[in-house]
């Protein structure tokens, strides 16, 4: 047993705390992994921003539709019960808090939920922030799938963001390669490990004082 | 007699001046009006202010209207993509002014130009960069920023088929702008596949009702269509993939959106 | 010749005066009148304000269908070309400008455009609104049609209106069975005059300094 | 697997307390869920909250909830109806309370609510006695006045089809207020002629996706409906014209709406 989840391994972990008949959307880059890893039988109802409910997996070669893009502007399929709306309709089913769930990646998360995800704030950037600002704050639930760790060795796990914030206070879990934290009033509380990763492991790394879930009733449907 | 539809895409963009705030509906390639910005580029505006979600990709359409230096400013929320290199080169250079705005903000404001809504207070954004300058208020506990109405001179729209009272309709997420801009803009001049009899569109499921619309223009069947039917056999730039497969950046996909 | 137009004279007059292609909103009342006398030939596309461009007169006995109904409540057709919408859709079309004309009936115009049609403000009246006052406020164009004196014989153009307003500024013109006004900077000016009715008879009528529409362009179609 | 079809109006209606602020949709009898009003009578809570543009007319639905004394308040646009006598006769004995709101502004702050909006600035109703109290504002020259969103507990709605998902579609102006209602009520309930497969609505044609959607109840076909098709033969009321040609009252219309 590795020490860290691969992606297939963290999304496959992702979608099972995905109940069946969630409507959710997943960010653009790894989250829509998840939606390869939907326990079979379930309904999981997927909503991309640009105005589809009920999307589908990725077309047959051939079968590419260019009307027919997620938000990641990647074909899709349409799923028997699709329904398509304009950009206002399917931004205020966001900001209405119709979702359940979001499921991002992240720069930073704060250990008050903020996020951090659309800007690294180097100077010579060209900012671009498409629906990260509106699925932060939309969603009853916004979870974060990401490494822990950045590829210079940093934590993504923060006491508070450097980078330029997303959203304040939206988040509500963070799926990583090697825990899943909840973000509670007391700051992360590590809801489960994975492979050979210790709490203690944890808190040198992310130089938090991390707590542990207690009674977590997972919400596990598959 | 009403009859919007106009002979070619020349009299469609006709009159958009220099200095014209240009609404142009799509989100990436699904639902840009290509043929309406290769148009407007062959009638020569210029100065213009782009309201669009996307800032352009590869050399076509919005790219290509940036690369010959027509476009001032624009406002978006997401230029940047893998292939917007000409979005880039111009913005690094200086030679364009960014307004960039929350995508649901952007689209939430285009509407409340076309719904006469003088501002609104909306929840994304709070405590962000892009929270600056604003008017904070708070509501029952939450706070929120007032955001201003965004209105155009022209909206281009591309839609699947249009009657000669305006009625449009679209297809599947080529859907995304074209409604909310109908609505937003002085002059909207909408692409169609085809043109049909008046009567001919179930009333039930027209999405933009002919009172938003100026003028539509037919530009035949979308490459992927036959007969209205899906056909498939492109890429995602509706490209033909026979063509394009010893191309290898023909598999490559446009960059993300968030 | 009398001296006033009976009320389908006075809605032919006014549908006179609409341009091909129009897009009208009809209120209840004496104003849907206008439907029935839209030059032949012309096409005019009614919007009644619960969710219908494209409406058509009213059906053949035994076709009454309770899903279309105007705005009055009363059965209506559906014209080849017709659209609906929801309610909010509805009133933002309004309110957003893209009407070209509202005909509305009114208890007082006064001279500079104020409208009241929706209350006398009796103290035992019960309150209702409706659209009036998003109606007056939304067309590029309201125009009134109305008796010029109301049944007790006080003349509805006045100074000030004294009834609880509807909109205020929003009137262009106003048609009478006696003569049509403008509403001008300088208060109402006549557009024509009807019958035997004379300015002098108007200006002791309504007890106003009236003026004279020049160069009155009047777009006739017909 | 979801299905929101529920198996009859009972449970459709389960669990409104009283209290309850309850949007109920239609526009005079086109789009009013009599039906779920009925249920909801029989379920028996009280001192509920109506947001709905009229107060009800005759005997029925809405009319008859009121006349059963179960509405402690009314927010509307036109209470007043010629045959609106038990709105009228609880108003005048002061058992009820009335809340005034232009149409449009009423719409607008149901959608507001659905959309996430905190409040939107409306030029309708500036300067008439229903401005006073609310902030003013002047944007652009033009003074607007803030509105609040309106939010329900419960919606009562009524469409044509729904699917299992609770996607829904409307028939002609029986749509008006039922989509912004769903989108503003924390669970929403739609009575439909008919619960049809997943699948066989079409994707560009649904009016209100389900995810605005909690219960789905079949209530059997409209009257002036045979298999889908209009055939008629009904008054306003949707009542069979034979049955009351004998009724000079039958041949008389609902009063008007401004």
Redesign the interface.
């Known amino acids: 047993m590795t020490d860290r989840l691969d992606r297939d391994a963290l999304a496959r972990r992702v979608a099972a705390d995905i109940p069946d008949g969630a409507y959710v959307n997943l960010?653009?880059?790894a989250p829509t992994l998840v939606a390869d890893h939907l326990p079979p039988g379930s309904e999981v109802i997927l909503h991309?921003?640009?105005?589809?409910l009920g999307m589908g997996p990725a077309?047959a070669p051939?079968?590419?539709?260019?009307?027919?893009?997620?938000?990641?502007?990647?074909?899709v399929t349409?799923l028997p019960g699709a329904a398509?709306?304009?950009?206002?309709d399917?931004?205020?089913m966001?900001?209405g808090g119709h979702l359940d769930l979001c499921i991002?990646g992240a720069f930073q998360v704060s250990q008050t939920g903020?996020l951090a995800?659309?800007?690294t704030g180097a100077p010579?950037a060209?900012?671009?922030?498409?629906?990260?600002?509106?699925?932060a704050?939309?969603a009853k639930d916004v979870y974060v799938m990401t490494d822990l760790m950045t590829k210079g060795g940093e934590s993504k796990l923060v006491a508070a963001c450097t980078y330029?914030?997303?959203?304040?206070g939206c988040v509500t879990r963070v799926y990583t390669d090697r825990a899943v934290f909840d973000v509670t009033p007391e700051g992360f509380a590590v809801r489960e490990l994975f492979g050979t990763t210790t709490l203690d492991e944890l808190r040198e790394l992310t130089g938090l004082a991390l707590t542990v879930v207690v009674e977590a009733a997972t919400p596990e449907e598959s | 007699?009403?009859d919007k539809t106009v002979a070619d895409l020349r009299e469609a963009v006709a009159g958009i001046r220099d200095g014209a705030t240009v609404m142009v509906g799509g989100?990436?390639?699904?639902?840009q009006p290509v043929e309406l910005i290769d148009a407007l580029i062959d009638a020569g505006a210029s100065e213009l202010t782009i309201v669009s979600?996307n800032a352009g990709g590869g050399d076509v359409g919005l790219a290509r209207l940036i690369a010959e230096g027509r476009v001032r400013k624009v406002v978006c929320?997401?230029?940047?993509?893998s292939d917007s290199w000409h979005?880039?080169r111009a913005?690094?250079e200086g030679r364009l002014e960014?307004e960039?705005?929350?995508?649901?903000?952007?689209?939430?404001r285009?509407?409340?130009?076309?719904?006469?809504?003088?501002?609104?207070?909306?929840?994304?954004?709070?405590?962000?960069?892009?929270a600056e300058g604003k008017e904070h208020?708070e509501?029952?506990g939450?706070t929120?920023l007032l955001e201003?109405p965004i209105r155009a001179d022209v909206a281009l729209i591309s839609g699947l088929r249009a009657?000669?009272?305006g009625?449009v309709?679209?297809?599947?997420?080529?859907?995304?702008?074209?409604?909310?801009m109908a609505?937003a803009a002085t002059t909207t001049v909408v692409q169609v596949d085809e043109i049909v009899p008046?009567?001919s569109l179930?009333?039930?499921?027209?999405?933009t009702?002919?009172?938003?619309v100026d003028r539509v223009v037919a530009v035949g069947n979308?490459r992927?269509l036959r007969d209205g039917e899906?056909v498939?056999?492109?890429?995602?730039?509706?490209e033909p993939?026979a063509e394009r497969l010893d191309d290898p950046a023909a598999t490559s996909?446009?960059?993300?959106?968030?």
């Open positions: 960010g653009i880059g991309t921003e640009n105005g589809m077309p051939g079968h590419v539709d260019p009307d027919l893009i997620n938000a990641g502007k990647l074909a349409e398509y709306f304009h950009h206002a399917s931004f205020g966001m900001r991002l903020d995800n659309w800007s010579d060209i900012p671009a922030v498409g629906g990260a600002m509106d699925l704050i939309g330029p914030l997303t959203g304040v | 007699m009403i989100f990436g390639r699904a639902g979600n929320s997401f230029p940047r993509q979005f880039d913005y690094r960014l960039l705005v929350p995508q649901g903000n952007l689209a939430e285009i509407r409340a130009a076309g719904a006469g809504i003088g501002a609104f207070y909306s929840p994304t954004a709070v405590g962000t960069p892009l208020r509501i029952d939450r929120y201003h009657d000669r009272w009625n309709v679209y297809r599947r997420t080529a859907r995304n702008f074209g409604p909310i609505t008046l009567g179930d009333p039930e499921a027209i999405v009702p002919g009172i938003f979308r992927w899906f498939g056999g492109v890429d995602l730039q509706g993939l996909t446009a960059g993300g959106d968030r």
